[in-house]
């Protein structure tokens, strides 16, 4: 897994120091010299600011200067961008600024009773719908005919996309859903919903890696729920009961180090939402496992993680390791206590006092809380 060597750095870098959003090591001197050397390639380093390395590391945007610089957008400064354009609902497709409050037309119809706001997604709103009649699936197993429908069908496997409007919903698939994002063919993305994925307790990722919307899905026995480069949307979905042994660095959703543009990898996972979720970073019988949400090194763009519940982990958040993010937000969540009183093992968070958050609480007391 690719986090496990900088994960080890992550819990034992007691040498490190933060310093205004950059790790530092050994004083001006270090940075600027290792800015001098790694300035130009495209990738905003721990030692590169905006100021020693301006060609790799954009100056922060400034939500009010009248310019709509790059990292805002209608959702994070109306008042450079304008106001988010609501014409697209309807589309078909439920686009980063539309909810199923706003927008259940394109996003599905907000969960009732204890699950919706201000509940949190459990085994009883989301998966499989009870009552649902399951036949078995078999076949295609890698689907390139667009707009093809999955619709109630017990899946022992895991199921390749790589066509545009693929829908699964009403289904159990013990194995996984993986979403080539060099082979994706543009258009739609895949949409799965009311949907059960069990890794069979036995490592593995559950979905990945672009390009899909998952709602109202119910993620366990995988090393990691969630693996993800770009184009993603997770809303009312529960990610619980990883796999978790003495080698697994398991993570509810991590992001990923790069994403495809077309022609090439680009650093960092780009445009994810996590929105009214529940994750858990543990094992099952309670053990601890990584975290519930993971963001690489390097500085991933427009991520938005809003209104869910999160626990455990050895940090229960890991936000944009050695530098910032751009457009990364951290909102309204809540933090449970549910397995450590610290949340995660360690802690609820790192590296994460440099992005943008409010809103953020425990869960348990509501008393609000500063991520570190």
Not at 181 to 198: A, F, K, M, S, Y
Not at 300 to 310: A, K, T
Not at 344 to 354: E, I, K, M, N, V
Request: hydrophobic letters at 30%; glycine letters at 14%; aromatic letters at 6%.
């Amino acid at each position: 897994m690719m986090y496990r060597a900088h994960l080890l750095i992550a819990l034992t870098a007691a040498s490190l120091t933060a310093c205004d959003g950059m790790i530092t090591s050994s004083g001006d001197d270090t940075d600027l010299a290792e800015a001098s050397r790694h300035c130009g390639n495209g990738i905003c380093g721990r030692h590169e600011t905006p100021e020693n390395c301006p060609a790799d590391c954009a100056p922060e945007p400034v939500c009010g200067d009248g310019a709509c610089d790059p990292g805002e957008d209608c959702a994070s400064c109306a008042d450079d961008c304008g106001p988010c354009d609501t014409s697209s609902c309807g589309d078909a497709t439920c686009d980063p600024d539309e909810s199923c409050s706003s927008c259940p037309a394109d996003c599905g119809t907000c969960p009732t009773g204890g699950c919706a706001l201000p509940g949190y997604p459990d085994a009883s709103c989301t998966g499989v719908p009870a009552g649902t009649a399951l036949t078995a699936y078999t076949g295609p197993w890698n689907i390139t005919t667009p707009n093809t429908v999955i619709d109630g069908k017990s899946i022992d496997g895991t199921i390749a996309v790589s066509a545009s409007g693929v829908v699964i919903r009403n289904s159990r698939i013990v194995g996984g859903v993986y979403v080539d994002d060099r082979g994706w063919p543009g258009g739609t993305p895949l949409l799965v919903e009311d949907t059960e994925i069990d890794c069979g307790g036995a490592g593995g990722t559950g979905v990945g890696e672009a390009h899909f919307t998952m709602r109202r899905v119910d993620v366990h026995g995988c090393e990691n729920g969630f693996d993800i480069n770009q184009d993603v949307l997770i809303e009312d979905s529960y990610i619980h009961d990883l796999f978790q042994d003495e080698v697994a660095h398991s993570d509810g959703a991590q992001l990923a180090s790069g994403h495809w543009t077309g022609s090439a990898y680009a650093c960092c996972a780009l445009d994810v939402t996590f929105r009214h979720n529940t994750i858990y970073g543990m094992g099952v019988g309670d053990v601890f496992g990584t975290s519930a949400i993971i963001s690489n090194r390097g500085g991933d763009v427009n991520i938005l993680i809003e209104d869910n519940l999160l626990a455990g982990g050895a940090y229960t958040l890991y936000c944009e390791q050695g530098t910032r993010g751009t457009n990364y937000r951290v909102l309204d969540n809540h933090f449970s206590t549910k397995f450590k009183s610290s949340v995660g093992y360690y802690g609820a968070s790192t590296d994460c006092s440099d992005e943008t958050q409010s809103g953020n609480v425990i869960h348990e007391t509501g008393q609000p809380l500063t991520l570190e």
